[in-house]
């Protein structure tokens, strides 16, 4: 291993600090000094690691796959809630120009 490779080539991912993947915990190097405390999951309990704890807001990969797949998911579906809600109003704004459209017509012939 070199100064300048990431060591995160070498070390084994655990999870995650946050529900997203900013925050990456791996295992700690070889010969590092670690604190004896377990790491749980803050979603689903499980330990992610027998040292290195505690921490608050440690969540375990699949948890934090999860919590991605969910908030993509309602991100889509609020996409699409927009989409048609601008749908709806342009058909509103259609429907509304041709019903002023067709009293002008009529007060037109009405005039005449
Ligand atoms: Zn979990």
Not at 32 to 46: F, K, Y
């Amino acid at each position: 291993m070199t100064d300048k490779e990431p060591l995160s080539m070498y070390r084994k991912l655990l999870g995650y600090n946050g529900g997203d993947k900013k925050y990456p915990i791996f295992a700690p190097m070889a010969g590092a000094l670690v604190t004896q405390a377990l790491i749980h999951c803050c979603q689903c309990r499980e330990a992610i690691s027998g040292t290195m704890g505690p921490r608050r807001d440690a969540w375990c990969i699949s948890c934090t796959d999860e919590h991605i797949e969910t908030v993509e998911k309602e991100k889509k579906e609020e996409a699409r809630k927009k989409e048609n809600d601008a749908i709806a109003a342009r058909k509103k704004a259609e429907a509304e120009a041709l019903e002023a459209e067709e009293e002008s017509k009529k007060n037109f012939l009405d005039d005449g």
